[in-house]
Nanobody
Framework: QVQLVESGGGSVQAGGSLRLSCRVF????????MGWFRQAPGKEREAVAA????????DYADSVKGRFTISQDNAKNTLYLQMNSLKPEDTAMYYC????????????????WGQGTQVTVSS
């Protein structure tokens, strides 16, 4: 069974930075897909960034390009999301997700999800 545990959320002022972490527990293949998603109150879950751990190829939602960076540490089984130049509209619960087959920015195909970590950006 695969478990994902996020950490690193918090409250920051606009323009600030945060780094989210997602630790993967359980049996996993050597290469798989992972992503970060977010959901604000009253809104649908939306993609932030995704990465294929086999080669590190990543993709980003237009709203975060140039500000957020997704990365991985395979030795630590940990996924990161570095968030810079944060805006109030980035406020949301952030989730990491993993799947052995589905890749990309659509949340629909991911099998494993963490519990989420809250990010709040004040103006």
């Amino acid at each position: 069974q695969v478990q994902l545990v996020e950490s690193g959320g918090g409250s920051v002022q606009a323009g600030g930075s945060l780094r989210l972490s997602c630790r993967v527990f359980g049996y996993i293949y050597s290469s798989y897909c992972m992503g970060w998603f977010r959901q604000a109150p009253g809104k649908e879950r939306e993609a932030v960034a995704a990465i294929y751990t086999g080669d590190g190829v990543s993709d980003y939602a237009d709203s975060v390009k140039g500000r957020f960076t997704i990365s991985q540490d395979n030795a630590k089984n940990t996924l990161y999301l570095q968030m810079n130049s944060l805006k109030p509209e980035d406020t949301a619960m952030y989730y990491c997700a993993a799947d052995f087959r589905h890749c990309g920015l659509s949340p629909m195909g991911y099998t494993y999800w963490g519990q989420g970590t809250q990010v709040t950006v004040s103006s």
